[in-house]
Nanobody, 116 residues
Framework: VQLVESGGGLVQPGGSLRLSCAASGFPFSRYTMGWFRQAPGKEREFVAGIWNDAGTYYTNSVKGRFTVSRDNAKNMVYLQMNSLKPEDTAVYYC???????????WGQGTQVTVSS
């Protein structure tokens, strides 16, 4: 299993970024995909998930601002982040789950920094 994130960077408050995660080594369309983040000095937290039936779930702090999507033909999952805030600054990780509970594999992470 391999998960490779991209798309992070430095953005001003109110700006947007789109993160991508390229997945390989497993039957992608059958699995739940998720995005997590970890800010300095804090625990890793769940951000958004997209199930194999394309249902989605978000943590409250990003609802209405972030959108998770997937392209099963390309084995890709995306996180569109709008109206970014300084508190969104973190390393963002892509992960895969067979059951929406256990997250078995993780990417290396991509840094998102929201600052003026």
């Amino acid at each position: 299993v391999q998960l490779v994130e991209s798309g992070g960077g430095l953005v001003q408050p109110g700006g947007s970024l789109r993160l991508s995660c390229a997945a390989s080594g497993f039957p992608f369309s059958r699995y739940t995909m998720g995005w997590f983040r970890q800010a300095p000095g804090k625990e890793r937290e769940f951000v958004a998930g997209i199930w194999n039936d394309a249902g989605t779930y978000y943590t409250n702090s990003v609802k209405g601002r972030f959108t998770v999507s997937r392209d099963n033909a390309k084995n890709m999952v995306y996180l569109q982040m709008n109206s970014l805030k300084p508190e969104d600054t973190a390393v963002y990780y892509c992960a895969v789950s067979p059951n929406r509970i256990n997250w078995n594999y993780w990417g290396q992470g991509t840094q998102v920094t929201v600052s003026s």
